[in-house]
């Protein structure tokens, strides 16, 4: 479908959208050499329209019958195990009244339609499709670079079709198509590198080619075949290969001297990237097979080709950061972040390829390269920090700013790069690169078009030569996003700046307090010295006084004050040998408050004890209080669970969320031997501990044995 790109607007009755309205979707017919068959979706699935010659190919008797009559299939089963759901296609043999074919069926909303085509004389096997499109994607695999790729895939899909000429045709910005590559019979001319203007291929027909990802039409001279009844002709055919084509596209290929066609989508990402374009001195046909072929090796061609431009633009990448790299530490000097700028203007002006770079603040212009006049500069940046903040990347700055147009041969390309922090703007500037553009035919040719006469699409495919000027050569993304990063490295050197005036502050009342710091370093290192001192004083002399006393009630509570005072001191020393004074890894303080306790519970005791432990970091006051529960648990059961003799002792700690669970439990008499204890000095001191935990702790038989469950906050409440 065409008409040309530029026309004259002032021509009476002409509508430059009329072709992109065209509903090419709901044409109402097919092409003759297949038939359509549409039934019911849900239901015994009756056929309830068709189009082709269905009575003298496949049967006298259609309309009405069920599909799976006709199709000599299980169409329930069909649905039932479509791939890819049940709008997906799946291709079937059918056999006709004198010929086979290949059906194809697909959901259409209420509707199921049943595409049937000829099956070819001499079919390719599938073994034989598959090692050829597995050598062809491993050649694609192998191309050094997109051109070669690109010169690959037209010998490729020449190769699987058979076509006089295949194009490798690539959509551009602005819609327009050029050829990278092209295989044709050497007799024909040559359309490489040719454009053709966005209106040759309509926007509903690019959505269709989305859509649908084969095209084939193997003759430009048919009859269409209607659908029959008639009140089924806004049937939606999107989804229908065999769909009639648009009397404006066909007319398109006559006057290319084209007798038939066909178009393979090639669709990276979700978007039409290109096409691959078909084209034959006489009428061919394109088998369902060859084009499912095809439309597997476009498939596996828009891989490589993001494959190929992902490397291209991480390549590209690479050098940007290297360059990046080597600007940014002289920007982290001791130096104003605007003279530092100036220091390294020659290297941003060559980071992004620019012909001229410039930081314009205020009336003051710091240039290098090929530059307008400052005046100009000047005007430039105002135009720029009007805008917004945020950078401005264009190839057509003539556009953006008119009044630069007199300046194009030195600054056609800008991008430009406001620095708020500084009152600056960053630009560089690319030199006008003069374009020469081959058109197959003239794309601003104006259309002489008489009141209601209908639209006709352009006739001449004649080589036509513009020259562009006004653009310089386009700043990629990879080179936008460096701009980008610079702008964050120049307020984070800004802020460095700052910084590192501030510390120079800091450091000098640093310097005055450190002498400070020492005596007090000094003082703690005393304290904690006679602290422990006394501690250990008075672990002595309760370990003397118990030996003293002997056996009995008396010594059982000298044990229990020396393993309290083991708790608290363990917490003291842990206090002062950790950098880390506010938290505590409990398991570590259990595990060292436990061997203390193993020795002064002696041999016996201590080879009874096992420990379990999750690493919960906790506050170190907390960890005091928990220190003090488990001591007085386990001296709990050292007196009660086993009457005082030896018995395993299990102590567990875990982590659930924002809580712990501290576990001691043994094997003894349980409920009745009372290891809560009595109602003594230590349970009403857990008890306290407890309480200032804002925690828990429940009792409950082990079978056998008492189990203690201590359940607390890990931070204060």
């Known amino acids: 479908m065409a008409i040309p790109s530029t026309t004259d607007t002032n021509a009476p009755g002409l509508d430059l959208t009329a072709c992109d309205r065209e509903p090419i979707h709901i044409p109402g017919a097919i092409q003759p050499h297949g038939l359509l068959l549409v039934a019911e979706a849900e239901g015994a699935h009756r056929v309830v329209a068709g189009a082709g010659d269905i009575e003298g190919k496949l049967a006298a008797e259609w309309l009405g019958r069920p599909l799976g009559e006709l199709l000599q299939q299980d169409i329930a089963r069909l649905l039932n195990t479509l791939p890819g759901g049940p709008n997906a296609s799946v291709p079937l043999p059918v056999t006709g009244i004198d010929d086979r074919f290949t059906a194809t069926m697909h959901r259409a909303g209420r509707h199921l339609m049943v595409e049937l085509e000829p099956l070819p004389s001499d079919p390719m096997t599938a073994a034989t499709m598959l090692a050829w499109l597995d050598a062809v994607a491993t050649s694609f695999e192998r191309a050094t670079d997109r051109q070669t790729l690109y010169d690959r895939a037209a010998t490729a899909f020449r190769t699987l079709t058979g076509f006089d000429r295949v194009m490798v045709y690539r959509f551009l910005d ?16 040559t359309f490489l590198n040719h454009h053709f203007p966005a209106s040759d291929i309509p926007k509903q027909a690019r959505a269709l080619y989305i859509r649908n ?31 009639h084509v648009s009397p404006i596209h066909l007319q398109y290929l006559r006057n290319m001297g084209v007798e038939a066609s066909a178009s393979i989508s090639i669709v990276k990402d979700g978007l039409l990237w290109g096409l691959i374009a078909c084209h034959h001195n006489t009428p061919r046909a394109l088998a369902p097979e060859v084009r499912g072929a095809a439309a597997t090796l476009a498939s596996g061609l828009a891989r490589q080709i993001r494959a190929k431009e992902e490397a291209a633009a991480y390549r590209e990448r690479l050098a940007l950061r290297a ?11 001791e130096e104003p972040l605007r003279d530092a ?7 941003l002006r060559e980071m992004l390829h620019a012909d001229g770079f410039a930081m314009v603040a205020g009336d003051q212009v710091e240039a290098t390269g090929r530059c307008p006049a400052d005046g100009v500069l000047i005007a430039i940046a105002r135009q720029v920090r009007e805008r917004g903040n945020e950078p401005l990347a264009t190839h057509e700055l003539a556009k953006l700013f008119p009044a630069a147009a007199e300046h194009h041969r030195l600054a056609s390309g800008l991008l430009a790069l406001p620095l708020h922090d500084e009152d600056a703007t960053l630009l560089w500037l690319r030199a006008e690169t003069v374009e020469t553009i081959e058109w197959a035919g003239n794309p601003h040719k104006a259309v002489q078009i008489a009141p209601n006469e209908t639209l006709t699409p352009r006739a001449s495919f004649a080589s036509f030569t513009e020259t562009v000027r006004g653009r310089s050569h386009p700043w990629t993304l990879e080179e936008v996003e460096a701009a980008h990063r610079l702008r964050r490295r120049f307020h984070e050197a800004r802020q460095h700046l700052q910084v590192r005036i501030l510390n120079r502050e800091l450091s000098r009342t640093l310097v005055e307090k450190d002498a400070l710091l020492v005596q007090k370093d000094v003082l703690m290192k005393e304290v904690n010295h006679r602290v422990q001192n006394s501690l250990q004083l008075v672990a002595s002399f309760l370990r003397l006084q118990a030996k003293t006393a002997g056996a009995g009630i008396v010594a059982d509570q000298l044990a229990e004050a020396q393993a309290r005072l083991a708790a608290v001191a363990l917490v003291h020393r842990r206090l002062y040998r950790d950098d880390q004074v506010e938290s505590i890894d409990l398991s570590r303080y259990v595990d060292e408050l436990i061997a203390d306790m193993r020795t002064s519970l002696g041999t016996d005791w201590g080879r009874h004890i096992r420990l379990d432990l999750a690493p919960v970091l906790v506050p170190t006051d907390r960890a005091v209080n928990i220190g003090l529960i488990l001591t007085e648990l386990v001296i709990n059961a050292t007196k009660y669970a086993y009457d005082g003799a030896p018995g395993p002792v299990a102590i567990a700690l875990e982590q659930h969320g924002g809580k712990l669970r501290l576990i001691v439990a043994d094997d003894g008499r349980g409920k009745n031997g009372d290891m809560a204890g009595s109602g003594g000095f230590g349970s009403r001191m857990m008890d306290a501990m407890v309480q200032r935990l804002s925690g828990t702790i429940e009792y409950s038989e082990n079978h056998p044995g008492l189990r203690a469950i201590v359940t607390a906050p890990i931070a204060e409440t």
Do not use: Q, W
Request: proline fraction near 9%; charged fraction near 30%; charge should be negative.
């Open 213 to 243: 990802r084969t095209r084939s039409i193997p003759t430009v001279d048919y009859d269409p075949a209607p659908l029959r009844p008639a009140g089924f002709a806004g049937c939606d055919l999107s989804d229908v290969a065999l769909r």
């Open 341 to 347: 700028i100036i220091a390294v203007k020659t290297e």
């Open 323 to 333: 360059a990046e790299d080597s600007v940014v530490p002289r920007l982290n000097s």
């Open 174 to 189: 602005d819609d327009a198509g050029r050829v990278v590559a092209e295989d044709r019979d050497p007799t024909l001319d």
